[in-house]
């Protein structure tokens, strides 16, 4: 009777494990907080951001002697960025780490539903990186980003386009995926107030190379600018090909391209040269950033996209334990909506929604030497 | 419509096409042969993009100069480690299978394209890589403004592309080893009654297929410059689609399916619409099959009775 | 001793080294060389190492199979490979009539228990059997190599999802809707393309899963694109399992007036998916009893044969494709109401590939075999998160050993037995 | 061939066959005799087994019909697996409706439902399948096979069930497979799988059974019972028998009228008496200097082909 036992087994080896892992979920004097984020699948690169920076907080905060002497615990999760996974993680992370707050949850798809399991179990949650609205718009107490809106950055985007580029023909492009989309939609909704239509609206595939097709589509629409709502994956190849086929249309796009891998993608220096994007204030500027940064690259890591927001969120998450000595969704969700905390992003603050309240997002601009400076 | 936009628009679907095209010969080869479909193709090509860059960086590395030499080495190594793991993968995972059912083979194949996947992201980083651009040539027709172009390199991969197709093909129907391969094709028991050491000429058949591979994975690498753990999965979809839309099993089919799909993908993202182009190539390829059930080039089944 | 003759060392020694070279060969560049830019970073210490474990290992195993109990396991593991199929003894076990209702009531005992983490990932592994039930009467029964079955689960799952939110259904009344609904969507995608033999339906059905999946994710203002879509969970007569009513009910835990736990949402959906699971094995096993599970079997065993004995082969064909994607479609439902949110990035290529694995290592046709192989498929992913980004390779690898070792599945099918004439069973 | 004023069960006119450039068939006519056992015969290549195809409906002849008498009315074998749709009949709603649900429904099993079984020469049994499971399948157009009483076992539903048991179970025992009722039918020895066919074909409950080379590798002694067995279902269960075999012997001792092809033609048409000195036959089998060899009394000595030389 083998299927019997096997199901035994199965049983037992819940069992056991549930209470092996509830018994030492609360070891005395530590604290707990989940990083998830996508560790496999096609966002990996992402989920590894996000550990980096939230390790090398918990790092510095306990070297800086913990939380009211408690130390800091990273748990990784991985979820693939797939709902499915996130919702595991999730319930995980509850369940058997038994962590106190979580900085998490790269895709917004992944965001969305871990939420609800948070929210679920009165734990706090603070996204380094989800952009879509629709993360803070459910109403939810314990729901907060250090990132800002696709909405705040999109508008921003289409300000400069409109009134600094004085573009007359825009082509947006996006990913076809939340963020992508979300940020090429709300660029163009504040387009249109503006009294801009876009002249082209198409999407691509994630994971594709050749865009040829499409760039020709966009030299044939005659653009002035072409807006990417997307990765660096495919933002590299995509203005790679457009300057191939001699289009010298400004190419637009938002914070995702921000890292080195760019121009890795895009095959060079010579193609990012004169390239816009959207990002938030360039933490170099600040001393807490510059001393991080340094920390970083000591330990021979050059912090890029979303490190330094999962540092931020670390940052943001124990400051609220410390101020209200505890780690109850409630008391910590008040006092980040009434305090401003002070990270390696520079002081910020949240509105009711659990949204920043300064949406710090200000235009780059790539030179031929694949660096990026502040306009 | 300007006709420069329309000849670019054709151009571009070549290019993608051809590049199908050669991934499919191995998807078709390994099918026309064993009849199973080898999901870790796409892998292996993802596997010779990321040999490329490697091969690249050590030649550079030691100071050598020559562009062309350097190509060569890197195309010839590729090819040839690219073949080793075409031959490895048969042996580990599909040999063991043969004569089970016909499933099998499938699931081995998707848990090894999961194993390459998930191999080369933990010894290589999720990150995105890339190369710097070695050929940047480009042949204009046309004005300053209204023109018709295409690249060194693309040429390289339209001529890459039916020249393999040629010599494959050539190498099939004429030499000694093709005649083992279309026997084993045919039937495998008598093919081995007959003298034929099956089990080789299976493996020479992935060893092939992969090289083909590694040809087209060097080749893309230098046009594209950029690529990462997971490119060979809707790539590798797509191949397979091009091979069965051209009649599986044959060589002209597989290249002429690649150039059909691509040619049909560039000209529905350039003229309609990029978000459905997707659902357009897998529509076609449904009718095509409805209207012909073995695709453009693949012999009529005949129902035995 | 005399075991230790017969061991030929050099052999297993040449076996070895070749085994370690081409292991260089294949882990040499890709982990020895690790890309940084446009340079490389020296590891080759790891492909040496990977490659002395590969030539020892080969060499081990080299030297056991030429030992008398190596050669004896490997002649087994080539029998192994024959018959799949053995025919049931007419006499009933002894336990027969005890283990079902054990099994059913340790099931029902489970949700109180685990924790919730491990009843949702239970609750997942549920799934996965009705999909691998499902696609099982697809592959195992007809024989018609489906890659695209993911389709007919998004169908479920956007049924439940839509129907909340533009027509205010609740889950139990679009229970049966997402059913036939992803049975008619079955019927209307099989129709045409019925007629197809083996790898071409294949083809076509997984150009059919990546329409579905296309479609959904380009039709923004329909079904939310990439962002997706909420979907509601399950009530008891009105009362809900959140912490505050969101469908206009009450409570469960302020009707009862005990304290919430988010716990119990899982609970409820746990027996109720459990009950359909069950409901679903019965009506699959008695499918197989009927002419029409027969006819589908017949059908995979021999087309030409049937259609001489008079079954329409399309007819028969659509009614395993339209009952596949009712159960798929089912499953889809669950999945959505168990997420609470659905997006088309959980409707992928890989999903399908996953079921299929499923109902291809549970041994084709074997309804025991799919409830044993997606508890493994589901639960092992889990169980491994431990090894964070070594995960899916460790899946991946464990996969191919699990085929490799049973090539026909886990579980041997046996077919009925029927008595002698006259007399009634 | 006699006249007849009774309807053949089976006529066939001008049937022609066509693959690709060549013709398989030419302009074929012949009857089969309700309640008769006849066979087919001619040397390999004549177009034998493309005849069979037809009449069962595997292939779609290319032109010609093939007449079946269902009681009272008259079923064209050829027309029910879907004609080809042409450009003409959109003029004609009635026959361009009629092609179209044949397209799309018709097939072979339509010709087996009018009530043609057939056997196949490469046995094609449900190999993973029990013997009597087989049989049960052969039953399903006459058993309660509405899903929904399956599912809950309606009374209806068992007894049908019972029935069709009970039937498969008398059929093993005419064809002698009483004790490998719960064997593969797989894993059957040889004999054994053809008898199995045969049963299986039965089961059907067919007017007429078309037995494709029953006889191949079979011994002498099977040959003998396949013979009466053969002439037991004439008999006893009222077919009508249509075979093809190139066992000369089995053929003049069990057929009572033959019909042979050669080039895709009929050469002669009549009972085995008369097609034994058939000038026509014997040239088509010797080659045109036959006279040059002496026709065996019994017919089989005039046979090329060495697998019939194992006759009784």
Same mark, same amino acid.
């Given at each position: 009777m083998f299927k019997l036992s096997l199901r035994k087994y199965l049983v037992l080896t819940c069992v056991i494990g549930a209470v092996a892992l509830a018994g030492n979920a609360?070891?005395?004097?530590?604290?707990?907080?989940g990083v998830a984020g996508p560790h496999t699948g096609g966002y990996a690169a992402f989920g590894e951001q996000f550990w980096r920076g939230a390790e090398q907080a918990a790092k510095d905060i306990n070297a800086a002697g913990g939380i009211n002497g408690s130390m800091i615990k990273v748990v990784k999760a991985d979820d693939a960025c797939e709902p499915k996974q996130a919702v595991s993680v999730a319930n995980r992370l509850m369940d058997v780490d038994r962590v106190q707050a979580v900085a998490g949850h790269y895709c917004s798809s992944s965001t969305i539903p871990a939420s609800e399991i948070y929210d679920d179990a009165g734990v706090l949650v603070m996204t380094p990186g989800s952009t879509n609205p629709k993360v803070t718009e459910r109403g939810m107490k314990?729901?907060?980003?250090?990132?800002?809106?696709?909405?705040?950055?999109?508008?921003?985007?289409?300000?400069?386009?409109?009134?600094?580029?004085?573009?007359?023909?825009?082509?947006?492009?996006?990913?076809?995926?939340?963020?992508?989309?979300?940020?090429?939609?709300?660029m163009i909704a504040r387009m249109k107030q503006l009294g801009v239509s876009e002249v082209l609206y198409e999407g691509l595939t994630r994971g594709e190379k050749d865009f040829n097709s499409l760039v020709t589509k966009v030299k044939s629409v005659k653009a002035d600018v072409v807006f990417f709502g997307g990765l660096h994956t495919e933002a590299g190849p995509l203005v790679r090909q457009l300057r191939e086929q001699g289009i010298s249309a400004a190419f637009v796009s938002g914070d995702a391209i921000n890292s080195a891998d760019f121009v890795t993608a895009a095959g060079g220096p010579r193609y990012v040269d004169g390239v816009y994007m959207t990002f938030g204030q360039d933490p170099l500027t600040l001393k807490t950033g510059r001393d991080v940064i340094e920390k970083f690259r000591a330990s021979g890591y050059?912090?890029?996209?979303?490190?330094?927001?999962?540092?931020?969120?670390?940052?943001a998450l124990t400051a609220a334990m410390d101020a209200t000595n505890s780690t109850d969704l409630d008391k910590m969700a008040d006092w980040l909506h009434s305090h401003s905390v002070n990270t390696v992003l520079g002081e910020k603050s949240w509105d009711s929604k659990g949204d920043l309240k300064v949406s710090d997002f200000v235009m780059y601009q790539w030179d031929d030497k694949g660096k990026f400076r502040q306009l | 419509m300007d006709s420069y936009i329309i000849g670019q628009q054709l151009l571009n679907g070549l290019t993608l096409g051809s590049i199908y095209g050669l991934i499919a010969i191995g998807y078709t080869m390994v099918y026309g042969i064993i009849g199973m479909i080898n999901f870790a193709h796409g892998d292996i090509y993802m596997i010779s993009a990321y040999l490329t860059a490697i091969i690249l960086a050590v030649i550079f590395s030691f100071g050598v100069t020559s562009l062309p030499f350097a190509l060569l080495v890197t195309l010839l190594l590729t090819m040839v480690i690219t073949?080793?793991?075409g031959w490895a993968i048969e042996r580990v995972a599909y040999r063991p299978l043969r004569g089970s059912t016909r499933l099998a083979p499938l699931i081995s194949a998707i848990g090894m394209s999961l194993v390459l996947q998930n191999y080369v992201q933990v010894s290589q980083g999720a990150r995105n890589q890339g190369i710097p651009i070695l050929i940047d040539g480009v042949v204009r027709l046309g004005g300053e403004e209204q023109f018709v172009q295409i690249t060194h390199i693309q040429i390289l991969i339209v001529l890459a592309s039916f020249i393999g197709m040629g010599v494959l093909t050539y190498i099939i129907q004429k030499t000694s080893l093709g005649r083992q391969c279309r026997a084993t094709q045919q039937d495998q028991k008598m093919a081995a009654i007959l003298g034929i050491n099956t089990n080789r000429i299976i493996s020479t058949v992935f060893v092939i297929g992969s090289a083909m591979a590694a040809l087209a994975g060097v080749l893309v690498t230098l046009n594209y410059g950029s690529f990462d753990f997971y490119i060979g999965f809707i790539i590798g979809i797509k191949a397979f689609t091009a091979a069965v839309l051209g009649g599986i099993g044959s060589l002209p089919g597989a290249m002429l399916g690649g150039i059909v799909l691509g040619m049909s993908e560039g000209l529905f993202a350039g003229f309609v619409s990029a978000d459905y182009k997707d659902v357009f190539a897998f529509s076609l390829l449904v009718l095509v099959l409805i209207f012909r059930p073995s695709g453009l080039l693949g012999k009529p089944e005949i129902e035995k009775v | 001793m005399s075991l230790q003759q017969k061991i030929s060392?050099? *052999?297993?020694?040449?076996?070895? @080294?070749?085994?370690?070279?081409?292991?260089?060969?294949?882990?040499?560049?890709?982990?020895g060389l690790v890309l940084q830019g446009y340079e490389v970073r020296n590891e080759l210490i790891r492909p040496l190492l990977m490659a002395l474990l590969v030539g020892g290992g080969r060499f081990l195993v080299s030297c056991f199979a030429q030992s008398e109990k190596g050669k004896r396991y490997v002649d087994g593991l080539?029998?192994?490979?024959?018959?799949?199929?053995?025919?049931?003894?007419? *006499? *009933?076990?002894?336990?027969?009539?005890?283990?079902?209702?054990?099994?059913?009531?340790?099931?029902?005992?489970?949700? @109180?228990?685990?924790?919730?983490?491990?009843?949702?990932?239970?609750?997942?592994?549920?799934i996965y059997v009705l999909l691998g039930l499902g696609l099982n009467i697809v592959v195992g029964l007809a024989g018609m190599l489906d890659l695209g079955y993911v389709a007919f689960y998004a169908v479920g799952a956007y049924t439940l999802a839509m129907g909340a939110q533009y027509f205010h259904l609740g889950f139990w009344t679009l229970l049966p809707i997402a059913g036939i609904g992803a049975a008619l969507f079955g019927a209307l995608l099989g129709f045409p393309v019925l007629r197809m033999h083996g790898d071409y339906l294949a083809i076509v059905t997984l150009g059919f899963g990546e329409i579905i999946r296309l479609v959904l994710n380009n039709l923004l203002d329909i079904t939310g694109g990439p962002n997706g879509a909420s979907a509601p969970p399950p009530t008891l007569f009105g009362l809900e399992f959140t912490r505050r009513a969101k469908q206009g009910g009450i409570p469960f835990h302020e009707y009862f007036h005990i304290s919430y736990s988010p716990t119990y949402k899982y609970i409820f959906i746990y027996l109720v998916l459990f009950t359909i699971v069950c409901l679903m094995i019965l009506f699959v096993t008695r499918l197989k009893q009927m002419p029409m599970g027969r006819a589908w079997e017949a059908l995979r065993e021999d087309e030409i044969a049937c259609r001489s004995l008079g079954i329409n082969h399309v007819t028969v064909k659509l009614s395993a494709f339209m009952m596949g994607a009712m159960v798929g479609g089912t499953a889809g439902m669950f999945f959505a109401t168990y997420q609470g949110f659905i997006n088309p990035s959980s409707f992928t290529f890989f999903e399908s590939a996953l079921i299929l694995a499923i109902v291809v290592l549970g041994g084709l046709g074997s309804t025991v075999g799919v409830i044993i192989a997606a508890l493994v498929l589901t639960i092992l992913p889990e169980v491994l998160r431990d090894f964070a980004e070594y995960r899916v390779l460790m899946f991946g690898i464990a996969m191919v050993l699990m085929m490799v070792w049973k090539p026909r599945g886990l579980i041997r099918i046996k077919r009925r037995a029927f008595n002698a004439k006259g007399v009634t069973s | 061939m006699t006249t007849e004023t009774e309807t053949p069960l089976l006529a066939v006119r001008n049937l022609s066959m066509r693959f690709g450039g060549i013709l398989a068939l030419n302009n074929i006519n012949f009857d089969i005799k309700q309640g008769s056992i006849s066979a087919m015969i001619g040397p390999n290549g004549a177009g034998k087994t493309t005849v069979f195809n037809c009449i069962t409906g595997f292939y779609q002849a290319t032109s010609g019909s093939i007449y079946y008498q269902d009681g009272d009315s008259t079923i064209n074998l050829v027309q029910v697996l879907g004609e080809k749709l042409h450009f003409k009949y959109v003029l004609n709603p009635r026959q361009l409706a009629s092609r179209l649900y044949y397209k799309m429904f018709g097939g072979s099993h339509l010709v087996a439902q009018a009530g043609v079984a057939r056997t196949f020469q490469n046995i094609r049994l449900f190999r993973e399948m029990t013997a009597i499971e087989n049989l049960l399948v052969a039953q399903h157009m006459q058993i309660v096979r509405n899903p929904i009483s399956g599912v809950f076992k309606t009374p209806a539903f068992r007894r049908s069930e019972q029935a069709a048991i009970d039937r498969a179970h008398t059929w093993l025992e005419v064809v002698g497979l009483e004790d490998d009722a719960n064997r593969l039918a797989g894993e059957l020895p040889y004999g054994h799988q053809r008898r199995l066919e045969i049963a299986r074909a039965m089961s059907t409950g067919p007017k007429m059974i078309c037995l494709d080379e029953p006889a191949a590798g079979l011994n002498?002694?099977? /040959?003998?019972?396949?013979?009466?067995?053969?002439?037991?279902?004439?008999?006893?269960?009222?077919? /009508?028998?249509?075979?093809?075999?190139?066992?000369?012997?089995m053929v003049m001792d069990v057929s009572e009228s033959i019909v042979v092809l050669d080039h895709g033609e009929v050469i002669a048409e009549g009972t085995p008496h008369e097609i034994e000195n058939n000038t026509a036959v014997l040239a088509a089998y010797l080659g045109e200097d036959y006279s040059t060899t002496v026709a065996a009394p019994d017919g089989t000595g005039a046979e090329g082909n060495p697998q019939e030389t194992n006759n009784s």
């Open positions: 609360n070891a005395a004097g530590t604290i707990k907080i314990g729901v907060f980003r250090m990132c800002g809106r696709d909405d705040q950055q999109g508008a921003v985007a289409a300000n400069f386009i409109i009134n600094k580029l004085k573009a007359k023909r825009v082509a947006v492009i996006h990913d076809k995926d939340s963020y992508g989309q979300g940020l090429a939609d709300a050059e912090p890029e996209g979303y490190t330094l927001y999962s540092y931020a969120t670390v940052q | 073949g080793v793991y | 060392l050099r *052999k297993a020694l040449i076996d070895g @080294f070749w085994s370690g070279l081409l292991a260089l060969v294949i882990f040499g560049p890709i982990s080539a029998g192994k490979r024959g018959a799949g199929v053995t025919v049931a003894s007419l *006499k *009933k076990g002894k336990y027969q009539y005890l283990v079902i209702p054990v099994l059913i009531l340790a099931g029902l005992c489970l949700p @109180f228990v685990l924790g919730k983490y491990w009843l949702t990932v239970v609750i997942l592994a549920l | 002498p002694k099977e /040959t003998e019972e396949l013979s009466n067995l053969i002439r037991l279902l004439r008999d006893q269960h009222h077919v /009508t028998v249509l075979l093809i075999e190139h066992d000369m012997g």
